[in-house]
């Protein structure tokens, strides 16, 4: 039995990017909250041993702990749903800085045309260019109105960049608060030769500060040191942006926020159209307890986002057959297959230095800055070289052909050790009508509640996308010229143990239609006024960037959507 | 050669000045105790200066058996070898303790799948679905090494160890193209992968898991493991060649 404990304001679920901004925001306003994580609490200090390959990137020290809770996933309806039992694709994070401890530090816009897709895409090339089983949509809110919002973001986190002007990208309304990073020599090979193909390459926005910075909380961060623990790893100079080194101090020091770490939500209490509180386990002690609020705030990763509603039941659940209800709906990834390796025989990079944020890329083909008119498919790719840092347990990339161990592996392993790197591709998924999460008629997690099912595969749209993009980075490669190069033009069917990214969106989407949406653009549910659902599962469709600086958007205009329903109530649109 | 002394993560700049010097603060106050760091406070102690020095190691302590038997252990040696072999570039998985590193790995949580989802029921699994096996790893990896002896006995009537070096390969690729009997059920591709697997990282994982013996996997391939920065050579277009540092170096600071 669960002990009540007195009612509060607003209870957070989660305290990663989202629930960490909602957390500042509103205590910064003298609101109290309890912030609920399940995972430990976290600062720099926990990062004095972070630059260990092994314990962080293949031991995932800083994600999920699988043996207590997973996803299921198929392909298709056809497939039986099996778990996820090890890591190889995505990597969820776990405790205070969620996936903002862990992520690389990539920080983009969405463009103008990621709010209004459907209708730009319509406008542009006829209602018949969407495929019926995409169930593409507006976003409900347009850039000009989440534009204040990212602007918050990048100046709490001190985003470093470089302003893109046209390609369809959004007009800013203040330059980046720090200036980008360092140009490395392969990101001048990219430079050079996307420019002699008349393309326009831009230093990619970072979340590892470019330079000392002090930001708007009174927040002040030392520059990058380009040590090349990012991805996986904290970072124990505080360069990159992360939650456990902004905004959660910051409402730590306003005395009103009560964080419980070790604390596992595993029930939203509700009665279909308002939400009374949540029930947590002490997950050291086992107790449970009940945490009566005002609001609650769902702010969990886009896993725990979809299964905690319909474990709940709240909201309608999507169903494919009739493609009816939305939670659940427009699960989306990434889709960056296409790709080219360069090996060169006689130069040697410095490729043991990087960031998880360097790199350089172009903008002429995302969203619709180029004709689909002839194309079999919407959207397009960021291109791009990046230099995270090669470490040597996760970087042995030898040419096609070559043995994958043995003296002939060993031998080119190391030649090419700091010889070889990818002209790469991040491309946007769009949303498909069998592509989706519910909940797993089989298998539980740790506490017997039901794993949340993946329904997901790469569509034709995607395999369209990843061959037109190949071509591009095959002649970009081509143009920097290599001893070998070997582009991927293939999208194969997704694989849960084959590395890709932890973009993964959708499942409780953003709209302007009750009916084809499950939060408004507050981030409100439309079925309980009293919940918001905060973050990267809000994305009706995700777009060709990676997703933190939109979802710390969304956050930002959550927070003041909370802030206005605990003083009027009601419906925030 | 770059001269170690004009680098930002020299040995001189400790990860404690640095940070000080980093102004890492909220509103004055020092973030998350990093300065006054578990492994600052003793800094300055000068007891050790009286103390009886400690005979000097001749053998590393860590170089010994928490899960092998001397059988298993000596097959891991020399299985390994033939994963990452000694080369003209320098030594092999053997020399490099990677053996040792894998005993470890299995005697620890690792071994039994701690962090695995293991609840069942195991179904029979689509390529895209990942593995779905219920054998503990310490348990496929010594049904493994197992299997190897039993298919070498079959082959060529003798242990995986008393075999040349070709013939040692003939095995592991036999193995790792499913030519050879299932493990208990188990693909003997996905026994060889954990082979690959853990070889790799074993001569290429920090020395304190136990292999990368002297960070000589390291020096192999340039790689200068943990230093605290390396904003001075990332723009350089000459390749700069620093010394391997592992993180038994970030202790002092």
């Given at each position: 039995m669960a002990t009540k404990l007195p009612k509060v304001p607003v209870v957070v679920v989660g305290m990663g990017w989202a629930g960490g901004i909602v957390s500042a925001e509103l205590t910064k306003a003298g609101i109290s909250v309890v912030g609920l994580e399940r995972g430990k609490d976290r600062n720099t200090s926990d990062y004095m041993m972070a630059h260990d390959e092994l314990r962080y990137q293949h031991r995932e020290e800083l994600m999920q702990d699988l043996s207590k809770e997973t996803i299921t996933s198929r392909n298709d309806e056809k497939t039986r749903a099996l778990p996820m039992r090890d890591y190889g694709t995505f990597i969820v994070g776990d405790g205070v800085g969620g996936a903002g401890s862990h992520w690389n530090g990539q920080t983009y816009r969405f463009l103008p045309y990621d709010f209004e897709i459907k209708t730009m895409t319509e406008e542009r090339y006829g209602p018949d260019k969407i495929s019926a089983d995409m169930p593409l949509q507006d976003w409900g809110i347009t850039y000009d109105e989440i534009e204040p919002y990212y602007d918050t973001f990048e100046k709490m986190a001190g985003i470093s960049g470089e302003t893109v002007e046209g390609f369809g990208y959004g007009v800013r309304s203040n330059p980046y608060p720090t200036g980008p990073m360092l140009k490395t020599p392969i990101m001048e090979l990219f430079e050079t030769a996307t420019k002699n193909l008349g393309y326009s390459p831009y230093i990619l926005p970072s979340g590892n500060l470019s330079e000392a910075y002090e930001n708007p909380d009174g927040i002040s961060r030392a520059a990058c040191q380009y040590c090349a623990y990012c991805e996986n790893f904290g970072c124990e100079y505080g360069a990159k942006a992360d939650p456990a080194v902004t905004v959660i101090p910051v409402a730590k020091q306003t005395g009103n926020l009560d964080l419980r770490t070790h604390s596992n939500v595993i029930e939203i209490l509700n009665d279909g159209s308002k939400a009374t509180g949540v029930i947590y386990v002490d997950t050291i002690t086992g107790e449970e307890f009940e945490q009566p609020a005002e609001v609650v705030v769902l702010a969990s990763y886009v896993y725990n986002n979809v299964r905690l509603l319909l474990n709940a039941g709240l909201g309608k659940p999507y169903n494919s057959a009739n493609q009816t209800g939305s939670i659940g709906k427009n699960y989306c990834y990434q889709v960056s297959s296409a790709s080219s390796m360069l090996f060169f025989e006689d130069k040697e990079f410095n490729l043991y230095g990087g960031a998880g944020a360097l790199g350089i890329e172009i903008p002429d083909l995302v969203g619709d800055a180029f004709d689909h008119s002839d194309l079999n498919f919407l959207h397009g790719a960021g291109i791009r070289v990046t230099q995270y840092g090669n470490r040597p347990i996760a970087n042995n990339v030898v040419p096609a052909g070559t043995p994958a161990w043995g003296a002939e592996f060993k031998a080119a392993s190391i030649k090419y050790a700091n010889s070889y790197f990818p002209v790469k591709s991040q491309g946007a998924s769009m949303p498909h009508r069998y592509n989706y999460l519910d909940l797993d008629p089989e298998y539980k997690d740790a506490y017997g509640k039901p794993l949340l099912r993946m329904t997901f595969n790469y569509t034709d749209q995607d395999r369209e996308l990843v061959k037109y993009i190949s071509k591009v980075t095959h002649k970009i490669a081509e143009e920097i010229g290599a001893d070998i190069i070997q582009t991927n033009e293939e999208q194969g069917d997704f694989n849960?143990?084959?590395?890709?990214?932890?973009h993964n969106t959708g499942g409780v989407i953003m709209g302007a239609d009750p009916e084809t949406s499950a939060v408004n653009s507050y981030m409100q549910m439309w079925d309980a006024e009293n919940v918001f659902v905060v973050g990267a599962s809000a994305f009706p469709h995700n777009s060709a960037f990676n997703p933190t600086g939109t979802l710390g958007a969304l956050s930002y205009r959550a927070a003041e959507g909370i802030q206005r329903f605990l003083k009027d109530g009601g419906s925030l649109v | 050669m770059a001269d170690n002394n004009t680098q930002a993560g020299k040995k001189g700049t400790t990860r404690r000045d640095f940070l000080k010097n980093s102004g890492l603060t909220v509103g004055g106050v020092v973030l998350g105790g990093a300065i006054g760091s578990l492994f600052g406070v003793n800094n300055t102690t000068t007891t050790q200066e009286t103390a009886p020095a400690a005979p000097a190691l001749t053998v590393n302590p860590a170089a010994a058996l928490m899960f092998f038997t001397p059988d298993q252990y000596q097959l891991t040696q020399a299985a390994a070898e033939r994963i990452y072999p000694k080369d003209d570039n320098g030594p092999g998985a053997m020399e490099l303790n990677a053996a040792i590193y894998i005993d470890h790995q299995l005697a620890g949580a690792w071994g039994i799948n701690s962090k695995e989802y293991m609840a069942g029921p195991f179904y029979k699994a689509e390529e895209t679905q990942g593995s779905q096996i219920r054998i503990l790893r310490k348990d496929l990896f010594t049904m493994g090494l197992a299997a190897l002896n039993t298919h070498s006995n079959k082959t060529f009537q003798a242990n995986f160890v008393d075999l040349e070096a070709e013939q040692q390969d003939e095995i592991l690729t036999a193995f790792s193209e499913d030519k050879a009997p299932e493990i208990s059920k188990v693909r003997s591709s996905i026994f060889f992968s954990l082979l690959r697997t853990l070889t790799i990282e074993g001569v290429y994982a920090d020395p304190l898991y136990g292999g990368n013996k002297d960070m000589q996997g390291w020096a192999m391939r340039k790689y200068p493991g943990t230093r605290l920065s390396f904003a001075q050579e990332i723009q350089n277009s000459d390749f700069v060649q620093l010394d391997p540092e592992s993180l038994t170096s970030h202790m002092g600071h």
């Amino acid at each position: 039995m669960a002990t009540k404990l007195p009612k509060v304001p607003v209870v957070v679920v989660g305290m990663g990017w989202a629930g960490g901004i909602v957390s500042a925001e509103l205590t910064k306003a003298g609101i109290s909250v309890v912030g609920l994580e399940r995972g430990k609490d976290r600062n720099t200090s926990d990062y004095m041993m972070a630059h260990d390959e092994l314990r962080y990137q293949h031991r995932e020290e800083l994600m999920q702990d699988l043996s207590k809770e997973t996803i299921t996933s198929r392909n298709d309806e056809k497939t039986r749903a099996l778990p996820m039992r090890d890591y190889g694709t995505f990597i969820v994070g776990d405790g205070v800085g969620g996936a903002g401890s862990h992520w690389n530090g990539q920080t983009y816009r969405f463009l103008p045309y990621d709010f209004e897709i459907k209708t730009m895409t319509e406008e542009r090339y006829g209602p018949d260019k969407i495929s019926a089983d995409m169930p593409l949509q507006d976003w409900g809110i347009t850039y000009d109105e989440i534009e204040p919002y990212y602007d918050t973001f990048e100046k709490m986190a001190g985003i470093s960049g470089e302003t893109v002007e046209g390609f369809g990208y959004g007009v800013r309304s203040n330059p980046y608060p720090t200036g980008p990073m360092l140009k490395t020599p392969i990101m001048e090979l990219f430079e050079t030769a996307t420019k002699n193909l008349g393309y326009s390459p831009y230093i990619l926005p970072s979340g590892n500060l470019s330079e000392a910075y002090e930001n708007p909380d009174g927040i002040s961060r030392a520059a990058c040191q380009y040590c090349a623990y990012c991805e996986n790893f904290g970072c124990e100079y505080g360069a990159k942006a992360d939650p456990a080194v902004t905004v959660i101090p910051v409402a730590k020091q306003t005395g009103n926020l009560d964080l419980r770490t070790h604390s596992n939500v595993i029930e939203i209490l509700n009665d279909g159209s308002k939400a009374t509180g949540v029930i947590y386990v002490d997950t050291i002690t086992g107790e449970e307890f009940e945490q009566p609020a005002e609001v609650v705030v769902l702010a969990s990763y886009v896993y725990n986002n979809v299964r905690l509603l319909l474990n709940a039941g709240l909201g309608k659940p999507y169903n494919s057959a009739n493609q009816t209800g939305s939670i659940g709906k427009n699960y989306c990834y990434q889709v960056s297959s296409a790709s080219s390796m360069l090996f060169f025989e006689d130069k040697e990079f410095n490729l043991y230095g990087g960031a998880g944020a360097l790199g350089i890329e172009i903008p002429d083909l995302v969203g619709d800055a180029f004709d689909h008119s002839d194309l079999n498919f919407l959207h397009g790719a960021g291109i791009r070289v990046t230099q995270y840092g090669n470490r040597p347990i996760a970087n042995n990339v030898v040419p096609a052909g070559t043995p994958a161990w043995g003296a002939e592996f060993k031998a080119a392993s190391i030649k090419y050790a700091n010889s070889y790197f990818p002209v790469k591709s991040q491309g946007a998924s769009m949303p498909h009508r069998y592509n989706y999460l519910d909940l797993d008629p089989e298998y539980k997690d740790a506490y017997g509640k039901p794993l949340l099912r993946m329904t997901f595969n790469y569509t034709d749209q995607d395999r369209e996308l990843v061959k037109y993009i190949s071509k591009v980075t095959h002649k970009i490669a081509e143009e920097i010229g290599a001893d070998i190069i070997q582009t991927n033009e293939e999208q194969g069917d997704f694989n849960v143990n084959k590395d890709t990214n932890t973009h993964n969106t959708g499942g409780v989407i953003m709209g302007a239609d009750p009916e084809t949406s499950a939060v408004n653009s507050y981030m409100q549910m439309w079925d309980a006024e009293n919940v918001f659902v905060v973050g990267a599962s809000a994305f009706p469709h995700n777009s060709a960037f990676n997703p933190t600086g939109t979802l710390g958007a969304l956050s930002y205009r959550a927070a003041e959507g909370i802030q206005r329903f605990l003083k009027d109530g009601g419906s925030l649109v | 050669m770059a001269d170690n002394n004009t680098q930002a993560g020299k040995k001189g700049t400790t990860r404690r000045d640095f940070l000080k010097n980093s102004g890492l603060t909220v509103g004055g106050v020092v973030l998350g105790g990093a300065i006054g760091s578990l492994f600052g406070v003793n800094n300055t102690t000068t007891t050790q200066e009286t103390a009886p020095a400690a005979p000097a190691l001749t053998v590393n302590p860590a170089a010994a058996l928490m899960f092998f038997t001397p059988d298993q252990y000596q097959l891991t040696q020399a299985a390994a070898e033939r994963i990452y072999p000694k080369d003209d570039n320098g030594p092999g998985a053997m020399e490099l303790n990677a053996a040792i590193y894998i005993d470890h790995q299995l005697a620890g949580a690792w071994g039994i799948n701690s962090k695995e989802y293991m609840a069942g029921p195991f179904y029979k699994a689509e390529e895209t679905q990942g593995s779905q096996i219920r054998i503990l790893r310490k348990d496929l990896f010594t049904m493994g090494l197992a299997a190897l002896n039993t298919h070498s006995n079959k082959t060529f009537q003798a242990n995986f160890v008393d075999l040349e070096a070709e013939q040692q390969d003939e095995i592991l690729t036999a193995f790792s193209e499913d030519k050879a009997p299932e493990i208990s059920k188990v693909r003997s591709s996905i026994f060889f992968s954990l082979l690959r697997t853990l070889t790799i990282e074993g001569v290429y994982a920090d020395p304190l898991y136990g292999g990368n013996k002297d960070m000589q996997g390291w020096a192999m391939r340039k790689y200068p493991g943990t230093r605290l920065s390396f904003a001075q050579e990332i723009q350089n277009s000459d390749f700069v060649q620093l010394d391997p540092e592992s993180l038994t170096s970030h202790m002092g600071h």
